[in-house]
């Protein structure tokens, strides 16, 4: 169902990314490490779950945001237990877990299997070794896709970006690809463009995804309705007010579709209260935050307009105050800066949730 709010898994349900799916499919056979970025609900776990189940490739696939929102943080020990599930589910499917089984502080019982997340426990450089014997033996590739992968940051005192960059050095057969939503904050942990880094240098094929455009918006709300087999209402104001936000219209599809009716005001407000409880999770909301988009939502606006609007209700602001809150804002993706240094909030249900709340 086009409509269905979960992120799709299959291609029947997947509307119009043929060109990045192609894309995502090719960096997958011909290279070993690919990055889809982009704001909240544009369709990347999409893309990725999709593109998994295209490429017949064996895989193990992590959903670091849904560790985090569940346990509220993402520790070793919650990233160890995700990946031995995965492994487990991997094990059911093909048999290897003979590959493993001399692997330290690696347990396996049938299908079962159990990574020691302790200190001298299993070592993920020994699994990724073992996945690409195994890969390598059937001349495979083993894709490691990890949704979310700036919460990687948080996971005890690995550096997991050094554990990338050398897998994807040494082992042919495994392909990792990633997605994130905090695009400032997974190009910080991915450091390629930070020469002490480990992963600088490696080429990432980065697959950016975009909005759909005003037409497209409007297909795919009427491909949904009528799929649904329900009568859709005049879409044109709906379409203007979610700028092309997939995550979005679907939500707008689904609740019109279960509820028969989802007058646009209504459903801003609803989003918005969405929005904002994922937003506390994740900045650990301040009212400062919310002066600042609050500030920037009447429009684009520059860092001096920002300020002044901003002390009306902040009192004093110092500058480095305002860099931070707008730097942080922007590398969660909460706002934009455009080429001439205004800001914007690039989502319209967080503008509204700017202005309303
Ligand atoms: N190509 C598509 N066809 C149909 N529905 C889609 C498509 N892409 C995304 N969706 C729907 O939009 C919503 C958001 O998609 P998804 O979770 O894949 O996006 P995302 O970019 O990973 O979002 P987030 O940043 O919140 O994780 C989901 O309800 C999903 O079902
Ligand atoms: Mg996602």
Do not use: C
């Not at 877990?97 to 990574?115: D, N, Y």
């Not at 990724?128 to 033996?137: H, T």
């Not at 009568?231 to 219209?249: Q, R, S, T, Y």
């Not at 994740?282 to 002066?291: A, E, F, P, V």
């Amino acid at each position: 169902m086009l409509f269905d709010p979960e992120p799709k898994k299959d291609k029947k349900d997947f509307y119009n990314r043929e060109a990045e799916l192609q894309e995502l499919l090719e960096s997958i056979k011909r290279e070993k490490f690919v990055v889809i970025q982009g704001i909240r609900r544009l369709g990347k776990s999409s893309l990725l779950n999709v593109a998994l189940a295209e490429s017949k490739h064996p895989f193990v696939r992590l959903d670091l945001r849904e560790v985090y929102f569940t346990y509220g943080s993402v520790s070793k020990f919650h990233l160890y237990r995700a990946l031995s599930q995965e492994l487990s589910k991997l094990s059911r499917i093909h048999r290897f877990t003979s590959w493993l089984e001399k692997v330290r502080g690696v347990k396996i019982a049938g299908f079962e299997i159990q990574l020691d997340w302790r200190e001298k426990g299993a070592s993920l450089t020994d699994i990724f070794r073992a996945m690409d014997g195994w890969a390598s033996a059937r001349g495979e590739k083993v894709v490691i896709a990890i949704d979310e992968a700036q919460y990687l940051r948080l996971a005890g005192r690995t550096r997991y970006d050094g554990l990338l960059a050398w897998a994807i050095d040494n082992l042919g057969n495994l392909v990792f690809a990633l997605t994130g939503s905090q695009v400032g904050v997974l190009q910080d942990f991915l450091g390629t463009e930070d020469p002490r880094a480990p992963l600088y240098g490696r080429h990432a094929r980065i697959i950016e995804l975009g909005r759909l455009s005003h037409e497209q918006a409007m297909d795919f709300l009427k491909e949904g309705f009528k799929e649904a087999g329900v009568k859709h209402p005049d879409l044109g104001e709906v379409v203007d007010a979610l700028d092309g936000l997939i995550g979005w219209l679907t939500l707008y599809g689904y609740t019109y579709v279960s509820e028969g009716k989802a007058e646009l005001d209504r459903f801003l407000k609803m989003a918005a209260k969405l929005a904002a409880e994922e937003s506390k999770k994740i900045l650990r909301w301040s009212d400062r935050y919310q002066t600042v988009l609050r500030a920037v939502a009447g429009g684009a606006l520059k860092w001096s307009e920002i300020r002044e609007r901003a002390s009306v209700k902040l009192g004093p602001i110092s500058k480095s105050d305002l860099t931070y809150l707008l730097d942080k804002l922007v590398r969660y993706g909460y706002l934009e800066r455009l080429q001439n240094g205004s800001f914007v909030i690039p989502d319209p249900v967080i503008r509204y949730m700017a202005t309303k709340f």
